[in-house]
């Protein structure tokens, strides 16, 4: 009992820090920038603000442009619940392992493309396009991280992934930092940053994530809005916590607890900072260069995999 | 990397125009003198397409075209550049039968023009290959010619005007093929106006522009207007373009009078007009990089473009320096005291920009998205007789201050950059390099500051007069035409954008070039929606 309490704040947490990871990520941009900028919380209030706004549908919506929002929040949630963010050994971590995570993200990404062609404007679908693409991509190079992690700890469940990293002797595996640079492309592509999204811009032609959500209008927009921040804090603990596993609670006891919480906290702010330095020295890339830069991450991968095997099989 | 240029002018000369012309076509002979070009011609109708083709030949610049309602005839004007001056091409026709050949088989930049004086007069340009409508949306009906005479100012409008939605862009068909229709409603704070892509994938494989969502009726609202009205009027034909639009109207309405401004009320035009070119090419510098998502070069350019329009403020009174112009001179000084300060600013910014700009051109994920970006190439610059950056970066150098230098720049040297490549780095480079170039002339006049009153009396008028006004405003070639009548009120005014030059360029260079890269695209030429829709 006490387990399922457990696994529900620290899901509860995951979903309520998302918004202030991404703002927290432009907060930092903005001081590379030498800019003023709005406080990390500004998305909470953008959030509320937007749920409290009337929603405006086009006659053309049909129900799953209505139902898309709430099935992609909810499965981005349920995605979320299952990461071991805090603690591991939570009833939660053993009904999942990650390859249904990324069968939750694929399920997302379909009704969220859905959404975008439903109503039939130009930019819904060429959005949907878009964002096809670059999924089709960045799938196979996430599925191969995935395996060369699962293959170095034996191991596809993310709890015991973990345990066995941080149980096991302290070594160096390059199969690890060549699975860890390809996921960070990855989580780069997938979460729509720059340089293969830019989450800032106006320009309905450049855009990929935000022209499947332009038709939607208050608390729909807001929930699509929260479910991509989701995305990118999973995306921050998945990384923080494989390739850094320190600090998670493996015993709960509240001191082991508190510990884990500073640890991963303490960890996604340094990743945001990271990625708002990137952000910040990159232009966004030709929108045809992303298979490249997909294909890099899949290559980086493929070598984890297999400096793995001619490595480190015993 | 290729390097700048050398200069070079391509277009013919007045003289041999001039007398090809008379050989060749019917002149009434008469040679009537218009203040601010070289030649003036009048031109039988039925000559009027030969006359662009002979001009063609000779490889002039078209520039630009209008109409006048003289009751009973339209006079239409056809304004064409010169390697040494400008030249004016007019023709009488009668209010009966309102039909002329159109100049756009030879020139095609006339194409947009013929049909503005279409909407607007309605005179029908035989042999013009698309008589769509152009100017007019649905505010009036197809059968009102709203410069016409006998038109209200007024006008008739409806209760509510009526959505435009039946204008027949061009279609392409083919598998796979789809139609993305962008504005004029745009996600960002822009200026309206609508574009229509087919494309194929994420391939364009045809950009139509349909502007004229800002006409406000700038030419109608202009007659009757006394000359500080008509000042105040340019200076808002485009904002960006104030002191532009604002010096080519008074430079017009004073050529006609036969009144030349003080020395020193030209100099601090001209300083005006540098200061304007370049908060605005500071401002798109940053714009076109924001446009690829490199935020740091928006917000250092943004920051030296503030600091910069800060102190317009506070030596000159107005940020965009509007209204500073005025018929006869200027309304603002240089006291002594600013000058140090103005010299530091200078300075303080050829330090920031000789700085900013190699990192960003050598930048290499910027650069990957700028270089070989919606190029257009040198060949179809010069068809389409587009003007400034846009011109220069495809070395169409034509600039007035260097080519035909109104005072005060006939005592300074203008150096203009200009690169083969046509791509939108070389349009954002032709920006930094102008900026550069614009200080050193804002060096040189200050230093040179002359003394004389700011503003001279236009009066007394006694005649009906017109004449034109040609500015280089940090577009490019800026023309006004105006016409004062006995009491020195406008009769009429017609403001020509460079824009209408570089707009049809945007259609060209985007092809080949794929969706997403359009606003950059687009950005790098920065036409003026509101100078354009006038």
């Known amino acids: 009992m006490n387990g399922w309490a457990l696994a529900v704040i620290q899901a509860g947490l995951l979903a309520f820090g998302a918004p202030f990871l991404s703002g927290w990520v432009k907060w930092v941009k903005c001081k590379l920038q030498c800019r003023q900028g709005p406080p990390p ?256 991450a899949f290559i980086l991968c493929l070598l984890g995999m297999l400096s793995h095997v001619i490595l480190e099989v015993r | 990397m290729r390097r700048r240029q050398p200069e070079q002018v391509t277009a013919g000369k007045v003289a041999e125009f001039v007398t090809h012309l008379t050989r060749t076509v019917v002149t009434t002979g008469q040679k009537s003198t218009v203040p601010g070009v070289q030649v003036c011609l009048d031109v039988a109708g039925e000559d009027w397409g030969k006359a662009a083709e002979i001009a063609a030949e000779h490889t002039l610049r078209w520039s630009a075209a209008w109409a006048e309602h003289l009751s009973p005839d339209f006079h239409v004007v056809c304004l064409l550049a010169c390697s040494d001056g400008h030249c004016l091409l007019r023709t009488r026709l009668a209010e009966g039968r309102p039909e002329l050949p159109s100049q756009m088989p030879s020139f095609p930049a006339a194409n947009r023009p013929e049909r503005h004086i279409q909407d607007m007069f309605g005179i029908r340009f035989t042999g013009h290959p698309d008589p769509r409508r152009w100017t007019r949306h649905q505010a009036w009906s197809a059968k009102e010619f709203p410069l016409r005479k006998d038109f209200p100012l007024s006008g008739s409008p409806q209760l509510k005007t009526p959505p435009d939605c039946d204008y027949p862009f061009v279609p392409v068909s083919g598998e796979g093929i789809y139609e993305i229709p962008v504005g004029p409603v745009h996600a960002g704070i822009i200026e309206p106006g609508h574009f229509r892509f087919q494309a194929d994938g994420e391939d364009v494989l045809r950009l139509e522009e349909h502007l004229g969502y800002v006409h406000r009726g700038v030419e109608k609202l202009a007659e009757g207007r006394d000359l500080a009205g008509l000042a105040r009027l340019a200076g808002r034909l485009s904002g960006d373009s104030t002191v532009a639009h604002g010096w080519a109207a008074c430079q017009a309405a004073e050529r006609a009078l036969g009144v030349e401004p003080s020395p020193r009320a030209l100099a601090l035009r001209a300083i005006l007009c540098e200061r304007e070119r370049i908060a605005n090419h500071l401002g798109d510098i940053g714009a076109i990089c924001n446009d690829v998502g490199f935020t740091f070069a928006l917000v250092q350019c943004s920051r030296l473009r503030e600091l910069w329009q800060r102190n317009n403020a506070a030596i000159f009174g107005h940020r965009l320096l509007m209204d500073r112009v005025v018929s006869g001179g200027v309304n603002c000084d240089i006291s002594p005291e600013h000058l140090p300060e103005l010299f530091a600013e200078i300075n303080e910014l050829r330090v920031r920009v000789e700085e900013l700009m190699p990192m960003l051109l050598e930048y290499p994920s910027l650069q990957d998205r700028l270089r070989t970006t919606g190029i257009l190439s040198v060949e179809l610059a010069q068809q389409l007789g587009t003007l400034g950056y846009v011109g220069r970066a495809s070395n169409h150098q034509d600039d007035l201050r260097r080519d035909a230098p109104y005072a005060p720049y006939d005592q300074l040297v203008v150096n203009v950059p200009a690169y083969l490549e046509g791509d939108v780095a070389k349009r954002t480079r032709v920006r930094g390099d102008e900026v550069l170039v614009s200080l050193e002339l804002l060096e040189q006049l200050l230093k040179s500051l002359p003394e004389g009153p700011l503003q001279i009396d236009c009066g007394p008028f006694a005649r009906c007069c017109e004449g034109l006004g040609l500015v280089e405003g940090w577009r490019g070639e800026t023309v006004a035409y105006v016409r004062l009548d006995e009491t020195g009120r406008v009769m009429r005014y017609f403001p020509r954008d460079p824009s209408w030059l570089n707009w049809p360029a945007l259609e060209r260079l985007i092809l080949g070039n794929i969706v997403p890269d359009f606003p950059v695209c687009n950005k790098s030429v920065n036409g003026s929606y509101a100078g354009h829709d006038l």
């Open chain 1, 41 to 296: 919380w500004q998305p909470y209030r953008d959030l509320s603000k937007l749920f409290q706004k009337e929603i405006l549908l086009s006659d053309q919506a049909s129900p799953v442009f209505r139902m898309a929002p709430y099935l992609v929040f909810s499965v981005t949630a349920l995605a979320g619940s299952v990461m071991p963010t805090i603690a591991v050994g939570l009833p939660t971590s053993a009904i999942a392992d990650v390859i249904v995570l990324v069968g939750f993200f694929a399920l997302a990404r379909f009704f969220l493309a859905l959404a975008g062609m439903d109503v039939g404007t130009a930019f819904g679908g060429m959005g949907s396009s878009r964002e096809m693409m670059v999924s089709s991509l960045a799938e196979p190079a996430m599925l191969m991280a995935v395996f060369t992690l699962a293959m170095t700890v034996s191991s596809t469940n993310l709890a015991s992934m973990i345990v066995n990293l941080l149980v096991g002797p302290v070594q160096l595996y390059p199969s690890f930092i060549f699975a860890g640079m390809g996921l960070l492309l990855v989580t780069v592509a997938e979460t729509g940053r720059i340089p293969v999204d830019n989450p800032a811009t106006h320009l309905e032609l450049t855009m990929i994530h935000e022209a499947m959500i332009l038709e939607y209008t208050g608390r729909h927009l807001a929930l699509m809005e929260w479910a991509a921040m989701l995305k990118l804090m999973i995306y921050g603990v998945l990384i923080a916590n494989l390739f850094i596993p320190w600090g998670v609670a493996i015993a709960l006891t509240p001191m082991t607890l508190a510990v884990g919480l500073a640890a991963i906290t303490g960890k996604l702010l340094l990743l945001g900072v990271v990625l708002a330095v990137a952000e910040t020295g990159l232009a966004k890339m030709r929108l045809f260069r992303a298979p490249q830069f997909l294909g890099l």
